[in-house]
């Protein structure tokens, strides 16, 4: 199976950076997916990667090392809103795409 | 509004049960997932469909069973449930099923089984 790891919990103060991790080991690469879940809701496309390097929209930047197998989802400007799970997923050589645990930002005022 | 609905919203179920879990879209997308979430463990396919007709085995397929009859429907049956199979249940679709495209996810369907 694939293997994707991110930490479980991350509290952040409003206004602040956050910086979530994910590691994964698969067999073979297409891609890499972050996503956004409020509790009790669906999760929500967040960004995608590809190629390495950084892609940024607006206050979250993705980045991607391909030969590292990591990326990291950088939350910028935190907000109350921004408290949620982000899941990464990753499109492995079969297509099947696989998610980690997720990881749970609280943001404190 | 375009998107994913699925029914019913949360149910709670005997044992031993069966269960049919709904799931209809209407972006025309070709390919469709059936999803679990469980605390720690994140999110696992059950089954696919790459397109109508056609279906695949995900992840974590024992117990359940799924049909796609046209572009728009694709539910999940449970045959005979068991309480392992409490959990939420995310229905999703994309444009097509090679993976790297984005998926749009229903609300979700919580389901207790006793």
């Known amino acids: 199976g694939q293997n994707i790891d991110q930490p479980t919990e991350m509290t952040a103060t409003e206004g602040a950076i956050v910086q979530i991790n994910c590691t994964y080991q698969?067999?073979?690469?297409?891609?890499l997916f972050w996503y956004q879940q409020h509790a009790g809701e669906a999760p929500t496309f967040l960004s995608y990667?590809?190629?390495?390097g950084l892609e940024e929209k607006g206050r979250f930047s993705s980045f991607l090392s391909r030969s590292k197998g990591y990326s990291y989802l950088l939350l910028k400007e935190l907000q109350m809103k921004d408290s949620a799970s982000y899941l990464c997923?990753?499109?492995?050589?079969?297509?099947?795409?696989?998610f980690g645990a997720g990881t749970t930002v609280t943001v404190r005022a | 509004i375009a998107g994913i609905t699925q029914a019913p919203t949360s149910q709670i179920l005997a044992a031993g049960r069966r269960m049919t879990l709904r799931c209809t879209q209407d972006?025309?997308?070709?390919?469709m997932y059936w999803y679990r979430q469980d605390l720690g463990l994140g999110l696992r396919l059950i089954h696919y469909s790459n397109t109508a007709g056609t279906t695949g085995k995900g992840e974590v397929p024992d117990g359940y069973s799924v049909s796609r009859a046209n572009t728009d429907d694709f539910p999940l049956t449970l045959a005979s449930a068991v309480p392992s199979q409490t959990s939420v249940y995310f229905c999703?679709?994309?444009?097509?099923?090679?993976?790297?495209?984005?998926?749009?996810f229903g609300a979700g369907s919580r389901l207790t089984v006793l």
């Open positions: 972006m025309r997308h070709n390919a």
């Open positions: 997923a990753v499109i492995p050589g079969d297509y099947k795409l696989s």
């Open positions: 990667n590809v190629l390495d």
């Open positions: 698969t067999s073979g690469f297409n891609g």
């Open positions: 999703a679709s994309s444009d097509r099923g090679d993976g790297a495209n984005v998926l749009t």
